[in-house]
């Protein structure tokens, strides 16, 4: 029999490993930063076209390198910073492994510009499919500039599945700010299509985390240091009042490298415990230093994934310095409370809840009013569900609520026949509404209900040629992340569907000329800014746009949980909710009410 294992040419060796350092152009982008890093730049510039689709370059003042060392950076595993086995285990510098350049130039058309100080001509490589097509000299001032250009050329099925460019350039922004939070004392700046996204001077750590996000946040920032003898805990922590329903503001580094770990995540959700909600994230950049050698970072690719000898004694370190830096700035509760409903926690909702889309009577328009559909309402709709099936309380997010009766569609177009004296429903814990029916009791969450309604709604309004518009008296001024301004700007005609104007002002300005006729206007910002977060999150499922936009929007305009509702404001929703297609469950599949029999409840007390 002949022999049939063979070794791989270099090129597929190359393209093999680039299929694991180099999944989309933030991989390169991610790349190329921490080898400017390495070579002890001061200045570097992210240059980027399409979202890294048609061009990457990084340019730096380092060291640059020497010819040989050029030649030489685009071989498989050739490495500056390792040396031997030991090595591996005391790394400190951001790349290591030798795969990067070799990887992106099998996958890309590469272009290398590099000087050392004292040279009197820089080094002038291009390379195409990992083959060098051309070397020479040429003039440039110290350092280094890496061109990638036209990436996965060679490689046509990843690059059809790439994302529209706002999504690659959120990604891309994203290894951005990881890398910049790391290193402020180095000035950074980033020009997507000739325009300028960032320019951030070197500084202290809290000048460049304003630079990256918000300036608002300035003195919602709570200062974290702590020294032990395992390990430093440096950096900032957000107070309640900016935490938000979404993931996307928490960064730990550990040696300047960003790490992903839910372990060390819940160290810091428990520092918070009786502060935020379950489904609430703090902000924080935090920054652990610990002996290399009591860390193997040596797990994965991307080195994101690292081992502590010691896991457990770095999560209490970290709870008890997050929580001894809250309480300080006394936000942090003294006492333990048996009562979730402590002072504490009141006060802290009372702040949160000013940043969250007002809702109550008192709102110059009711925005439950601004439901209104054009199907009618169904003033006798208890009776529809009489001898309804009886559904556990506890919801569990998984499976939606299914009732077999509702299965053949005639449900709801069934005409009622019997007049249901009208009961006044009741209000509990300020999130769920009680209502009496002839056959028992209906639980309704305010809030999975009322997104439900905003959802059909948003919907609806997306096959219509035009929503009703209110126009402002006086225009609003909203701002977005700079990393998020390119997605906001690719959904603005979609809101516009929805009845919102808004046009853009220059940077991460926005003005709102007008919005949805019976939309409540009042922080306008928060409301955008978990749409925003919202329509993020909801890229990972399969939906269309406008079921993304609807969606996201429905959530981020939806009354919250823990908001009073007047008696005439809980009839309309339960009016408007049982005039929905589907008013089982939310658009993510959580129940909006259950059943309760009254044979049910009276088994409850025998």
Same mark, same amino acid.
């Given at each position: 029999?002949?022999?049939?294992?063979?070794?791989?040419?270099?090129?597929? *060796?190359?393209?093999?490993? *680039?299929?694991?350092?180099?999944?989309?152009?933030?991989?390169? +982008?991610?790349?190329?930063?921490?080898?400017?890093?390495?070579?002890?730049?001061?200045? &570097?510039?992210?240059?980027?076209?399409?979202?890294?689709?048609?061009?990457?370059?990084?340019?730096?003042?380092?060291?640059?390198?020497?010819?040989?060392?050029?030649?030489?950076?685009?071989?498989?595993?050739?490495?500056?910073?390792?040396?031997?086995?030991?090595?591996?285990?005391?790394?400190?510098?951001?790349?290591?492994?030798?795969?990067?350049?070799?990887?992106?130039?099998? $996958? *890309?058309?590469?272009?290398?510009?590099?000087?050392?100080?004292?040279?009197?001509?820089?080094?002038?490589?291009? =390379? !195409?499919?990992?083959? +060098?097509?051309?070397?020479?000299?040429?003039?440039?001032?110290?350092?280094?500039?890496?061109?990638?250009?036209?990436?996965?050329?060679?490689?046509?099925?990843?690059?059809?599945?790439?994302?529209?460019?706002?999504?690659?350039?959120?990604?891309?922004?994203?290894?951005?700010?990881?890398?910049?939070?790391?290193?402020?004392?180095? !000035?950074?700046?980033?020009?997507?299509?000739?325009?300028?996204?960032?320019?951030?001077?070197?500084?202290?750590?809290?000048?460049?985390?304003?630079?990256?996000?918000?300036?608002?946040?300035?003195?919602?920032?709570?200062?974290?240091?702590?020294?032990?003898?395992?390990?430093?805990?440096?950096?900032?922590?957000?107070?309640?009042?900016?935490?938000?329903?979404?993931?996307?503001?928490?960064?730990?580094?550990?040696?300047?490298?960003?790490?992903?770990?839910?372990?060390?995540?819940?160290?810091?959700?428990?520092?918070?415990?009786?502060?935020?909600?379950?489904?609430?994230?703090?902000?924080?950049?935090?920054?652990?230093?610990?002996?290399?050698?009591?860390?193997?970072?040596?797990?994965?690719?991307?080195?994101?994934?690292?081992?502590?000898?010691?896991?457990? =004694?770095?999560?209490?370190?970290?709870?008890?310095?997050?929580?001894?830096?809250?309480?300080?700035?006394?936000?942090?509760?003294?006492?333990?409370?048996?009562?979730?409903?402590?002072? &504490?926690?009141?006060? $802290?909702?009372?702040?949160?809840?000013?940043?969250?889309?007002?809702?109550?009577?008192?709102?110059?328009?009711?925005?439950?009013?601004?439901?209104?559909?054009?199907?009618?309402?169904?003033?006798?709709?208890?009776?529809?569900?009489?001898?309804?099936?009886?559904?556990?309380?506890?919801?569990?997010?998984?499976?939606?609520?299914?009732?077999?009766?509702?299965?053949?569609?005639?449900?709801?177009?069934?005409?009622?026949?019997?007049?249901?004296?009208?009961?006044?429903?009741?209000?509990?814990?300020?999130?769920?509404?009680?209502?009496?029916?002839?056959?028992?009791?209906?639980?309704?969450?305010?809030?999975?209900?009322?997104?439900?309604?905003?959802?059909?709604?948003?919907?609806?309004?997306?096959?219509?040629?035009?929503?009703?518009?209110?126009?402002?008296?006086?225009?609003?001024?909203?701002?977005?992340?700079?990393?998020?301004?390119?997605?906001?700007?690719?959904?603005?005609?979609?809101?516009?569907?929805?009845?919102?104007?808004?046009?853009?002002?220059?940077?991460?300005?926005?003005?709102?000329?007008?919005?949805?006729?019976?939309?409540?206007?009042?922080?306008?910002?928060?409301?955008?800014?978990?749409?925003?977060?919202?329509?993020?999150?909801?890229?990972? =499922?399969?939906?269309? !746009?406008?079921?993304?936009?609807?969606?996201?929007?429905?959530?981020?305009?939806?009354?919250?949980?823990?908001?009073?509702?007047?008696?005439?404001?809980?009839?309309?929703?339960?009016?408007?909710?049982?005039?929905?297609?589907?008013?089982?469950?939310?658009?993510?599949?959580?129940?909006?009410?259950?059943?309760?029999?009254?044979?049910?409840?009276?088994?409850?007390?025998?």
């Amino acid at each position: 029999m002949a022999d049939i294992i063979k070794l791989l040419p270099e090129s597929i *060796a190359n393209q093999i490993a *680039a299929g694991e350092v180099i999944q989309r152009p933030a991989s390169v +982008v991610k790349e190329l930063l921490e080898n400017a890093i390495d070579a002890q730049s001061t200045n &570097i510039t992210l240059v980027l076209k399409n979202s890294g689709k048609t061009l990457i370059q990084v340019i730096d003042n380092g060291i640059g390198m020497s010819e040989t060392d050029a030649r030489m950076a685009f071989e498989r595993h050739a490495t500056s910073k390792i040396r031997e086995t030991n090595d591996l285990f005391s790394i400190k510098t951001m790349g290591f492994r030798g795969e990067a350049m070799a990887s992106i130039a099998s $996958i *890309a058309e590469v272009e290398l510009k590099t000087k050392t100080e004292g040279s009197e001509l820089a080094t002038l490589l291009k =390379l !195409r499919s990992s083959e +060098v097509i051309d070397q020479s000299y040429c003039q440039s001032e110290k350092g280094t500039t890496v061109s990638v250009k036209n990436l996965f050329f060679n490689v046509p099925a990843r690059r059809k599945f790439l994302k529209t460019d706002s999504v690659e350039l959120k990604y891309i922004l994203e290894e951005f700010k990881r890398v910049a939070l790391a290193h402020s004392d180095i !000035r950074f700046k980033v020009i997507h299509n000739d325009n300028e996204v960032y320019s951030l001077p070197e500084g202290t750590l809290k000048k460049r985390l304003l630079g990256i996000f918000r300036k608002s946040y300035e003195d919602k920032l709570v200062r974290i240091e702590e020294e032990t003898d395992v390990v430093g805990i440096t950096g900032y922590v957000g107070n309640p009042e900016i935490a938000k329903k979404q993931k996307g503001e928490q960064y730990i580094f550990v040696n300047k490298r960003f790490i992903k770990s839910n372990y060390l995540n819940h160290a810091i959700k428990m520092a918070y415990q009786q502060l935020l909600d379950d489904k609430q994230y703090a902000f924080y950049i935090l920054f652990l230093e610990l002996d290399p050698e009591k860390i193997d970072i040596n797990v994965h690719p991307t080195k994101q994934e690292i081992k502590f000898d010691d896991e457990r =004694l770095i999560y209490n370190y970290l709870k008890v310095a997050i929580k001894h830096g809250l309480g300080r700035y006394s936000l942090s509760p003294q006492l333990d409370f048996e009562n979730d409903d402590s002072f &504490i926690q009141s006060s $802290i909702r009372q702040k949160v809840d000013k940043l969250k889309p007002q809702s109550s009577s008192q709102s110059r328009s009711n925005p439950i009013a601004s439901t209104t559909r054009s199907a009618p309402v169904m003033r006798n709709w208890q009776s529809l569900y009489s001898g309804l099936e009886t559904i556990d309380l506890e919801d569990d997010g998984e499976e939606p609520l299914f009732i077999p009766s509702a299965a053949t569609g005639d449900l709801l177009s069934a005409t009622a026949n019997i007049e249901c004296e009208e009961k006044q429903p009741l209000q509990v814990h300020s999130s769920y509404i009680l209502v009496q029916i002839k056959s028992g009791l209906i639980i309704i969450d305010q809030h999975q209900a009322h997104v439900r309604v905003l959802y059909e709604k948003y919907l609806e309004n997306f096959s219509r040629t035009k929503e009703l518009v209110q126009k402002q008296l006086f225009p609003i001024t909203i701002n977005m992340p700079k990393d998020k301004v390119a997605m906001f700007e690719e959904i603005i005609p979609d809101l516009k569907s929805l009845g919102f104007e808004i046009q853009t002002f220059g940077g991460e300005t926005f003005i709102v000329q007008g919005i949805p006729a019976g939309f409540q206007e009042n922080n306008l910002q928060a409301t955008m800014d978990m749409l925003m977060d919202a329509y993020l999150e909801n890229m990972k =499922l399969d939906l269309s !746009r406008d079921e993304n936009l609807a969606r996201s929007m429905a959530y981020s305009a939806a009354i919250p949980r823990g908001k009073s509702l007047e008696p005439e404001e809980m009839k309309h929703l339960i009016d408007e909710l049982f005039a929905c297609q589907i008013p089982y469950t939310s658009p993510s599949g959580k129940k909006c009410f259950v059943t309760y029999e009254l044979n049910d409840l009276e088994k409850l007390f025998n």
